[in-house]
C-alpha cells in the first residue's frame, strides 16, 4: 500500500513537470518560431530575433533536463532566469517600435513559460516567480514608455496579454505545486499509518512473547516442584540432571529481552524452546542485539544450517547470535553427529556464508551475513 501511494506521488511529481516542460515548447515551436519566420521581414534587425530565439531554445532544453530527471528545476536557475529576461530585451530590440506589441514581438508572452520550469518545485519558487513575471512586465512597460506607445488601446493590450499569461503561468505553478504537496502529504500519512501497524504488531508479539515465556516459566518449575515434592531424591543423579536443566532453561528464560521481536530471534527461541522439550542442555546468551534490516533470503539462510544442528542435537548445544549495523552471525555448537557437513565454507546466493566444523560428535555451524 505504502509503495502505491508513494508511486502515486512519484507520477504527480513527475507528469506536473513533464507538463510545464511540453506547454513550454508547444509554445515556443508552435507559436514563437513560427512568427519569427512568418514575420522575418518586419524585424529591425532579424538575425538578433534570431539568435534570441536559438537561446531561448538552449535554456529550455538545460531546464527540460533538469525537470525530466530531477522533477525540479536546474541549479543555476537564477543565473538562466537573467539570461531569459536578456531574451526578452533582444527580442524587443530587433522588433520596429511600430510591431512592439505585434505578433513578432513574441518574448515578453513566452518568456514566463520557461521562468516557470526554471523556478520549478525550487523552496522559494512563489516570491523568485512572481518576482521574475513582475522583472518581464516591467521590462516590457519601460520599452512602450521609452518607444512612446502609451496610448489607451496600447495599454489595455498590454494588461490583457500581460494579465493572461501570468494568471495561466503562476496559475498552472501553483496548481501543480498544490497537487505535489497533497500527494506527498498521503505518502507520508501511509508511511506514518505503517509505522504505527508495525509498532501494534510488535507489541503484540512482545506481549505474546511474554506471555510465552511466563507460561514455560511455570511449567519448568512446576515440574521441578513436583517432582520433589513427589519423593524424588535430590542426591539422585537424574533429579540433579533435571534440576540442572530447568535452572538452564529458566536462566535463558528470564534474562531473555522483550525488546527484540525480530523474526530471526523468534525462531531461535521457538527451536530452542522445543529441543529443551526433548531434554537438551540448551546455553543461549540474551539475544539483546537490535538486528539489522536483512535483504530478502538472508534470514532464511542464516538459520537454515544452525537450525539443522539445533534440531538434531541429542543432549546438550549452544546457540549464539551476533549483530552489528551490517553483520548477523548466527552459531550453534551441539552433539549432533548425523549432520552432513561440508570441509569448505558454503557460500548461499543470499550471500550468507556457513562454515562447519566437527570435533567427535560435536559440531560447529557458524552461519555469517555481511552487508555492502
Known sequence: MIDDIEEVAQRYARYTAIGAVVIAAAWHLGYDLTVTIAGWPSFRWPWLAAA?????????????????????????????????????VAVIVSCRPGDLLGAADWGWGSVGWLGVMLLWNRPRWRSELIAFLSANAGIMLTAMIVTGTVDRVSIAKYLMVMVGSITLQLGYAAGCHTLRVRADDAALLARRLAADDAWRESAQRIHADRLRRYAAIRDVAESLLEQLADGADPGDPRVREDCTAGAMRL????????????????????????AERRQVLVTAPPFGQRMPVLPEGVREDLLRAPVLALDGARSRARVTVSAMSAMVSVAVVADNDDLPISTTPVREPSGVVVTYQRQGRDVWVNSIWQGP
Open 251 to 274: 536462566r535463558r528464560l528470564i534474562t531473555e529481552r522483550e525488546d527484540v521481536p525480530d523474526e530471526l530471534v523468534s525462531v531461535l527461541r521457538e527451536r530452542i524452546d522445543a
Open 52 to 88: 534570441a530565439w536559438i537561446g531561448y531554445t538552449a535554456v529550455g532544453v538545460i531546464a527540460a533536463r533538469s525537470l525530466v530527471r530531477r522533477f525540479e528545476g536546474p541549479a543555476r536557475a537564477v543565473g538562466l532566469a537573467v539570461a531569459v529576461l536578456a531574451v526578452d
